[in-house]
């Protein structure tokens, strides 16, 4: 035996250990099958709104209902929940001991790993509430939550300066994510060294693609929250269902909004390469 092995390992060095175990990996790769789901779902219902099916929800409430219609509905909703949940403790176990690769210790990046873990975590709570039969949780219409959040908001003191920053802030996430999505920053996450050269290009469509159609949901609905906060009407705000209904509305009709909800499928495959290659 070596002479180290004997000495008790301290609760930290147990912790790391534990968050760097193949359990975490695996939860952390189920997560990103989840989203994949999720997105690629959401991504379908846009594109039958924009060819003229208007009686289902684009979000991820309309994705949920489309599962529960299925066989065995139920089950792969539990799943789908249980998956966030992983990828919400793979998040938690990054920001407590640092990502994989040379700025996974760096304070932004953990903290950035902290918000995504609440965002997980919430979003999984909400996923299994609707499995456990709580429809309004899971499935809620995402515009009417977001007209409900920002009405309280405005309530508050400051509240129009409050709504405005958040809008501000997803706005500028979503520009965020287009744009590290159009310089391929997904890269540095991505164990290319096991892809094929028609996988790597496959990846870098699906990865920009969808990227930007999904910056471009964010940032379009951040608009929607400050014109909010500007008119005082919290009717302006919109959730991923309505911000995409409005695409029709612009010159380029129904088109913009297949284009959009094609890429967002997109970025529901591109969720999958992440649980195939992601680096952990």
Known sequence: MHPTSAIPLTGRAAARRAARSPAVRIAARGGFVARGVIYLLVGVLALRIAFGDSGEQADRGGALAEIAAQPFGGVLIWALGLGLAGMALWRLSEAGFGAAGP????????LLSLARAVFYAVVAFSVMSFAAGEKSSGSGASDQQSRDATAQALGLPGGPWLVAAAGVGIAAAGAWIAVRAALRKFHKHLDRSGMSARQRRGVDVLGITGGLAR??????????????AVTYDPDRAKGMDDTLRSFTDTSAGPWLLAATAAGLALFGLFSFTMARWRTM
């Open 215 to 228: 910056g471009g949901v964010f940032a379009v609905a951040g608009v929607f929250v400050v014109k909010a």
């Open 103 to 110: 700025d996974g210790h760096k304070t932004g990046t953990r």
